[in-house]
């Protein structure tokens, strides 16, 4: 199925609180946080043989590219924000 089937709900509705562009990326950071999750669960059981205190290497390497996914989401989110609150600066009429 289609993710903007699977997730019809949280989509109507951040995409009505936030916009079309800004709720499609809050539901993906949703689905990236919900991901990283469950890959910090695997990492519980399935840990270095060089270093037990932390997960396997590629748990390691799977969960940077989730947080690096969610960094470059977030920036996209605050660059949306940010030319949003530019426009509406900019189309205040100056007061005499």
């Known amino acids: 199925m289609s993710a903007f089937w699977d997730r019809k709900d949280e989509l109507a509705?951040?995409?009505f609180m936030m916009?079309?562009?800004?709720?499609?990326?809050?539901?993906?950071?949703?689905?990236?946080?919900d991901a990283l999750a469950m890959v910090g669960q695997h990492g519980v059981y399935?840990?270095?043989n060089r270093n037990p205190?932390?997960?396997?290497l590629?748990?390691?390497a799977v969960m940077q590219g989730i947080n690096d996914a969610k960094k470059l989401v977030g920036s996209v989110?605050?660059?949306l924000k940010r030319q949003k609150l530019a426009a509406e600066i900019s189309s205040i009429p100056e007061s005499v």
Do not use: F, H, N
């Open 19 to 33: 916009g079309v562009e800004r709720g499609r990326l809050a539901v993906s950071l949703d689905v990236l946080t």
């Open 53 to 56: 205190g932390k997960p396997a």
């Open 77 to 79: 989110m605050e660059e």
């Open 13 to 15: 509705k951040y995409e």
């Open 58 to 60: 590629d748990l390691q």
């Open 46 to 48: 399935c840990v270095s």
